[in-house]
Every structure is written in C-alpha cells, then in structure tokens.
C-alpha cells in the first residue's frame, strides 16, 4: 500500500506564493501518474495539476501559466509550484496517486474515484 502526506500549506496574500510538497511511503512517482487535487468549501474536488512517470504533465486551464507541477523521485517527493495566487485558488489540496492510466492528460480527467491512494491533505488560503 502506498501513504502519501502532503505539507506546504498556508495562508497568503493574492499574488503571493506556496510550494507544496507530497512525500510518498513507496514508489508511487515512477509507478503511477500522480494529480494534485483541491476542494473549496461547498465546491467539488477538482484536479489542478498531473504528472506521470515519464515526466508528462497536464495542467486545468484555472491554473495554467501559475502552477508547476514536478517530482523528485529520488526524495520520494512530489511538488506543486503556485505562483500568483489568487482567493479562487483557496481550498483544501490532496496529492493522489494510482488512476489506472498511462497519461497525465487522462490522470488530469480521471474521477476522483479512480483514485486509489490519497493523501490528508493540506490548507491553503489566499486573502484578498
């Protein structure tokens, strides 16, 4: 089984930056494509950023040109890059791995069901 925590959350102002970091317990980064999700209040669970092993990513188009999404699989880590963060992007935000697909393009469109491992996730709020 694969256990993924993720850390780097926070609270900004708009326009300020995070990083977020996602530390895996096995080799989840060259086995499986990983997304980072995030979930506002009241709002479904969305996927921001994919990433596969071979390096492949995709980005939503809310985030595009913002958020770098990228690995280190030497450090058992994946990270999300957020640059010009704006108050929309608040929200809680999850690392996942293991959608059954080949493709960061189809990880970015995978259910959020599909998804076989999870992280707790964490905060991230950008004030206006």
């Known amino acids: 089984q694969v256990y993924l925590m993720e850390s780097g959350g926070g609270s900004v102002q708009a326009g300020g930056s995070l990083r977020l970091s996602c530390t895996e317990s096995r080799k989840s980064l060259t086995d499986y494509c990983m997304t980072w999700f995030r979930q506002g209040l009241g709002k479904e669970r969305e996927g921001v950023a994919s990433i596969c092993p071979d390096g492949s990513t995709s980005y939503a188009d809310s985030v595009k040109g913002r958020f770098t999404i990228s690995k280190d699989s030497a450090k058992l880590t994946l990270y999300l890059e957020m640059k010009n963060l704006e108050p929309e992007d608040t929200g809680m935000y999850y690392c996942?791995?293991?959608?059954?697909?080949?493709?960061?393009?189809?990880?970015?469109?995978?259910?959020?069901?599909?998804?076989?491992?999870w992280g707790q996730g964490t905060q991230v709020t950008v004030s206006s």
């Open positions: 996942a791995a293991d959608a059954g697909v080949m493709t960061a393009i189809q990880a970015l469109g995978a259910p959020v069901a599909w998804y076989a491992y």
